[in-house]
């Protein structure tokens, strides 16, 4: 194809013109949140713990362990995590625009790695829950179950302990949810 000099520079000035254009209007892309501009606060209520201690056991053990104050530490972790996001204040009750409650339904640790003495070298940790975001009338306005996981080793240079670890799943947990919330509206 034969494209005369002055219908070159034509094409070049309608290529420039279109980047130019595409450059400073973007593709749509926004850090902005699709939360729904009309609540601005939320309330968080305490996380309830709903695991069976009643039920199915862990494979290999009679008992059941489950961190203490694990619901605690999630309700606090949420309220951090909202103040830390921005998008929603956190209030108290009656006053909020939307109320999110928690439910832990599971926590497993689950063995990752062995090594040649078949000591346990690794773990994954997860969290199961189910949360509810409510209108200030009480309406159902988002109900979704998530897993929160985090792994952690026992040896190297990148061990750490369960209660650390424990803190990075806790942090996932309320990352997930509060992203959830504020991403999904």
């Given at each position: 194809?034969?494209i ?40 968080v ?43 929603l ?54 109900k ?14 990148a ?27």
């Open positions: 194809m034969n005369p000099g002055k219908d070159k520079r034509g094409l070049v000035k309608i290529l420039f013109s279109f980047l130019f254009i595409l450059f400073f209007t973007g593709c749509g892309y926004t850090t902005q949140s699709l939360l729904n501009s009309e609540y601005k606060t939320v309330h209520s305490p996380v309830v713990n709903k695991i069976q201690f009643t039920g199915e056991s862990q494979e290999y053990s009679k008992f059941r362990s489950v961190p203490p104050l694990l619901a605690d530490r999630l309700t606090k972790s949420l309220i951090s995590r909202f103040n830390l996001d921005g998008h204040k956190t209030v108290k009750e009656g006053v909020s625009d939307v109320t999110l409650s928690c439910e832990i339904n599971d926590y497993v640790r689950d063995t990752l790695r062995y090594d040649d003495n078949n000591n346990v070298e690794e773990y994954r940790l997860k969290l199961y829950l189910t949360y509810f975001l409510t209108d200030n009338q009480g309406k159902l306005k988002n979704k179950s998530l897993i929160a996981d985090t792994e952690y080793s026992l040896t190297g240079s061990a750490k302990s369960e209660a650390s670890a424990l803190n990075d799943l806790v942090d996932d947990a309320s990352r997930r949810i509060v992203e959830d919330i504020i991403e999904t509206w």
